[in-house]
């Protein structure tokens, strides 16, 4: 009998354990939508690549980049030539594009 309650207890830590490693992973989906909607919408995104832990973008008019929400979503730094921006992201800049690849 002690030994059912010992397994019904190790499952409900299990069940919590995931609940609480769930609720901490980042919604790329979303942050990928902020990103597109900072970088000034689709229509102003000439086009974009990740190069290993940056995100490298072209846009029309960076003049309505938002570059302080960038870097409130987690960008690490950004360095601006022209129309270019080198976003560093991190580990991140992957799943972000892939996330933007379905939005395009």
Do not use: T
């Not at 000034?40 to 309505?64: A, C, M, Q, T, W």
Request: charged residues 30%; without cysteine.
């Amino acid at each position: 009998m002690e030994i059912v309650q010992y397994i019904i207890i190790a499952l409900v830590l299990i069940l919590v354990a995931l609940a609480i490693v769930k609720s901490h992973k980042k919604d790329y989906k979303m942050e990928a939508n902020k990103l597109v909607e900072y970088l000034g919408g689709k229509n102003n995104i000439v086009k974009y690549e990740v190069n290993v832990s940056r995100f490298l973008v072209e846009v029309k008019d960076p003049s309505i980049v938002n570059k302080d929400s960038i870097q409130k979503m987690g960008a690490q730094g950004i360095v601006e030539i022209d129309n270019e921006l080198k976003i560093i992201f991190g580990d991140e800049a992957k799943q972000l594009k892939k996330y933007i690849d379905d939005l395009k």
